[in-house]
C-alpha cells in the first residue's frame, strides 16, 4: 500500500500547480441609497481611447455580480446609472470584490486578484502623495492670510520636494513591480507623454513580465516602440506617398536633397502657424544649398490646407490624406504637432523636433 503514496502526493501537487481560475466572478456592492434595478455598466477603452460597453449588471440590495471569461489582465470600469464617477477594475480570472459608497466611487475598495490587490497598492499610495499635497496647500494658504513669511518659505521648500518625489513615484513602482499591469500603464503613459528618453522607456518595457508583456497594453507599446526604432536617429525614413494639393501622388524619395526636413503641421496647429515663418526663412535661406522640405498636412479639410499654404508662403513642397493623424503620423509615431525631422541625402535621420534657432543652427552645420 505505501508504493502508492509518492505517485498520489505527486498527483496532488500537480493538481494543485495546474488549478488556475477559468474565469472571473466580480461581485459587487454599492453602499447608500441606490434603487433596485438600477444598472451598473462594465466598458473599457478601445483603440481610439473611447469607453466601450462590455457587459451590464443590475443592482438588487446594494449587490451586483459579473461573471465571465479573461485570457489576460486588462483595465476596466464600472459605472454605475445616474451616479457620478467610476471604478477603475482590473478584471483578470479569480474572484473580484468591489465594495464603495455612492458618492465616492472614486474610493472603491477592490481586492481578491493579484492585479488588483497592485493595483490597491498603487492607489494608496498615490492617494496619500496628494493628500500630503493638498495639507501642504491648506497650511500654505494659512501661513499667507496671517503674513507668516518663514512658514511660507519652508512650507515651499517642502512642495518642492513632494513633487519631485511625485514625478518618481510611479516610475519607482513600474521598475519594482514588473509583474503589474499598472506598470504597463505607466510605461505607456511616459512613451506618449514623451517623458523620458526613448532608451530608458525601452528599458522599462524589457524589465516587465512574459505576461504583462502580452497584455493589450504591453502588445500597444512595444508596437509604438517598434515604431520609435524606425524612426530614431540613425534610422532610415520610412518612405511614404500621399496627394499633393493638386491631386497628385508624392512620395519622400522623390524630393530628397542633401537635407530635408519632414515637417507635420496642420492650417488648425497654433504652435505649428507660429513657426512657419522661421521655417520659411530657413527653406529660403539654405534651399540653394540642397535644403528640400516635405510639408506633412494632418489637416481635416483640404480647403484650409491649401489657404495656410498660401497665407504662411509655404513654396516647397506638400502632401496630405486630409485624415487628421493618419497613417503617416502613425508611420513616425507623431501624436502631437509640430514635428519634424532632418534627413542626410540618403534618407537617414540625423535629428528630430528642433525649432526657431536650433533649427536653423543644424542645418547651417549640415550645410555649410
Excluded at 34 to 55: M, Y
Excluded at 269 to 295: F, M, S, T, W
Aim: charged share 25%; net charge negative; glycine share 6%.
Amino acid at each position: 500500500m505505501k508504493k502508492f503514496v509518492l505517485p498520489l502526493l505527486l498527483s496532488g501537487i500537480l493538481m494543485a500547480c495546474n488549478t488556475s481560475p477559468e474565469g472571473f466572478k466580480l461581485e459587487g456592492t454599492l453602499n447608500g441609497e441606490i434603487e433596485n434595478g438600477t444598472q451598473v455598466f462594465l466598458k473599457k477603452t478601445d483603440e481610439a481611447n473611447q469607453l466601450i460597453e462590455i457587459d451590464t449588471a443590475t443592482i438588487e440590495n446594494g449587490k451586483f455580480t459579473f461573471t465571465g471569461s479573461s485570457s489576460m489582465p486588462e483595465l476596466h470600469y464600472l459605472l454605475v446609472n445616474s451616479v457620478r464617477g467610476n471604478i477603475p477594475v482590473v478584471i483578470e480570472n479569480g474572484n473580484i470584490e468591489v465594495s464603495a459608497q455612492k458618492d465616492s466611487l472614486a474610493f472603491a475598495k477592490i481586492e481578491g486578484t493579484l492585479q488588483n490587490d497592485l493595483f490597491a497598492d498603487f492607489l494608496k499610495d498615490s492617494r496619500s502623495l496628494a493628500q500630503r499635497a493638498k495639507s501642504m496647500s491648506d497650511e500654505m494658504r494659512n501661513a499667507s492670510g496671517i503674513n507668516d513669511t518663514a512658514s511660507m518659505a519652508s512650507l515651499r521648500d517642502e512642495y518642492f520636494e513632494l513633487q519631485e518625489e511625485a514625478k518618481t513615484f510611479e516610475l519607482k513602482f513600474a521598475k519594482e513591480n514588473p509583474d503589474a499591469l499598472i506598470s504597463a500603464l505607466i510605461i505607456e503613459k511616459v512613451l506618449t507623454t514623451k517623458a523620458l528618453p526613448e532608451k530608458e522607456i525601452q528599458e522599462l518595457y524589457d524589465a516587465l513580465s512574459p505576461k504583462i508583456k502580452e497584455t493589450v497594453v504591453g502588445q500597444r507599446i512595444k508596437g509604438k516602440l517598434d515604431k520609435l526604432v524606425s524612426t530614431a536617429i540613425g534610422a532610415k525614413a520610412p518612405n511614404f506617398s500621399a496627394p499633393t494639393p493638386t491631386g497628385d501622388e508624392l512620395a519622400l524619395n522623390d524630393v530628397l536633397g542633401k537635407v530635408t526636413i519632414v515637417d507635420f503641421w496642420a492650417a488648425w496647429c497654433k504652435p505649428c502657424r507660429a513657426e512657419n515663418p522661421n521655417v520659411v526663412q530657413v527653406y529660403n535661406k539654405y534651399h540653394d544649398k540642397g535644403l528640400n522640405i516635405l510639408g506633412v498636412s494632418l489637416d481635416r479639410r483640404a480647403e484650409d490646407w491649401t489657404k495656410a499654404i498660401e497665407e504662411d508662403g509655404l513654396v516647397w513642397n506638400h502632401v496630405s490624406n486630409i485624415q487628421y493623424f493618419d497613417e503617416i503620423a502613425e508611420l513616425y509615431n507623431v501624436r502631437a504637432i509640430p514635428a519634424t525631422f532632418i534627413l542626410d541625402e540618403n534618407g537617414v535621420i540625423i535629428a528630430k523636433d528642433l525649432r526657431g534657432p536650433a533649427l536653423e543652427n543644424k542645418i547651417s552645420e549640415l550645410l555649410q
